[in-house]
Structure formats: structure tokens, C-alpha cells
């Protein structure tokens, strides 16, 4: 049985997660983290803790579903004492990112901006329309609910790296988000990448590629959150028999 820590246990997804894991085979919750208390009830046999040794030492493996600060603070402490962890939080910085990297030395982490099966087959036909259609104008848009903090979504920047990459282009230098006033002609080569807040919107993300007289969008729609959190717990099973290293959701699916 694989005991399964979650991070994050007061989020959206963290409390998903919670009850996905009563009915997945083979894995059980073991301790959630909280920075004060949890407004819901849980098992009394899961260990509710604040203090992170103790969280890490009751796990197997770890999801984080948190904050980027949060998230920093479990990658400092897995440092010190390495545990698999599937990360989910988006919005990271690049100190957070080579924190992640250095955990993933000795460690591994599954790292993935979303955790659906749809999203990972997304960005390899995105990677292979922005190879085919090399004329083609590349523009996303992204749509989540009112609350969601960080903007664009960390699937949407993954999208333009997929989109960059399939036209072999460096995404921090033709990534463009939102546009405003006079700033001339779009050119050639930039990737547009637009966020959209509103309502209780799950997540949507359309990936178009854009030419004179033709056009062809490619659509994902997360209809429930359970999709991310059944990802990362299908995430967590992989990742509990790999060596260390840093892996995607992709690696996870075999794509």
C-alpha cells in the first residue's frame, strides 16, 4: 500500500484528492499538511500536522496541489529529506523551478502544469500543427473561474512552449501576452497567449493556428476538477516506481 501525502489539502484539488484516494487501489492517504486548521472533517487515522518533518516522514510519496510559496517550502524541506513528489502548483518562479530541478536530483518529480490525460495529448498535436503549419499565426486563449491567482494558466504557457518548439523558437522571445494601443502589425513569428477570469469556469484552453483563408482551433474543456486530481493520483502510482529524475505528465503516459 502506498502511503500518499497531500499537500495543499484545503484547496479545490486537495480536498478531491482526499476522496479520490478512499477508492483507489493500492494507495491510501496517510498525512495532509496544514499551515492552520482543516474546515472538514477527515479520517482520524490520516495525521493532520503543520510541521513538515513530520508530514514528509509519514508519506511514501507526496502531491502538491498549493501555492508557489507553499510549494517552495516543501521543496526546500524534500531537499533535506527526499520523497517522490508529483507537483501540480502553478505560477512557479525561476528560483522555484531550480529548486525543482535540484529536488529532482535526488528524488523523483513528476512536474506538470495540468494533470489530465486530454491536456498531455494536446500539446503533441500542438507540437505537430505548429511544425506542419509553419505559415500559420499562432494564438491562445485560456479561460478559468474568477479566483484562480496566477494568469496565464501554467497549461497555456505550456501550450506555447509546445507551439515553440515545433517551429524550433526560443518562447521568450516570440511570447506575447495580452495586447494594448498602437503596437503595430503582429509579427511572423509571435505566439500569443490570452487569459480570460470569470465565473466558476473549471478550465478551457484553444489553441488556434490561424492563415489566409483557413483556420484550424484546437479545443480542451475540463469540465470537473476531478480530472487533475485523478491525474495526479494516476501521476503518483507511476512516479512511486521510477528512479530520480525530473518527468512530465507525458513520461507518465508513455506519449
Not at 530541478?101 to 500543427?129: D, F, I, R
Request: hydrophobic share 40%.
Amino acid at each position: 500500500m502506498i502511503k500518499v501525502g497531500v499537500f495543499g489539502a484545503s484547496g479545490r484539488v486537495g480536498k478531491l484528492l482526499i476522496e479520490d484516494l478512499k477508492s483507489t487501489e493500492g494507495m491510501s492517504l496517510s498525512t495532509v499538511f496544514v499551515r492552520n486548521s482543516l474546515d472538514f472533517a477527515i479520517d482520524p487515522s490520516v495525521l493532520v500536522t503543520s510541521d513538515m518533518h513530520s508530514f514528509i516522514n509519514a508519506a511514501d510519496i507526496i502531491i502538491d496541489f498549493s501555492l508557489p510559496e507553499a510549494c517552495e517550502m516543501l521543496l526546500e524541506e524534500a531537499i533535506k529529506n527526499p520523497k517522490p513528489l508529483v507537483i501540480g502548483t502553478t505560477g512557479l518562479n525561476n528560483h522555484q523551478l531550480n529548486l525543482l530541478k535540484q529536488a529532482s536530483e535526488l528524488m523523483p518529480v513528476l512536474y506538470a502544469t495540468n494533470m489530465s490525460l486530454g491536456v498531455a495529448l494536446l500539446n503533441k498535436l500542438v507540437y505537430q500543427a505548429s511544425a506542419a503549419l509553419k505559415d500559420f499565426d499562432i494564438e491562445i486563449v485560456e479561460m478559468h473561474h474568477r479566483h484562480k491567482k496566477d494568469a496565464p494558466s501554467g497549461t497555456a504557457l505550456t501550450l506555447s512552449e509546445s507551439a515553440a518548439a515545433g517551429r524550433n523558437l526560443n518562447i521568450n522571445k516570440v511570447r506575447v501576452s495580452g495586447r494594448d494601443g498602437n503596437i503595430g502589425e503582429r509579427t511572423k513569428d509571435e505566439i500569443a497567449v490570452m487569459a480570460l477570469r470569470g465565473g466558476d469556469i473549471v478550465g478551457r484552453h484553444t489553441v488556434g493556428f490561424y492563415n489566409d483563408g483557413e483556420f484550424i482551433e484546437l479545443n480542451h474543456t475540463a469540465t470537473s476538477r476531478n480530472t487533475f486530481s485523478k491525474g495526479a493520483i494516476r501521476a503518483a502510482k507511476w512516479l512511486s516506481t521510477q528512479e530520480n529524475g525530473l518527468y512530465s505528465i507525458a513520461d507518465c503516459l508513455e506519449f
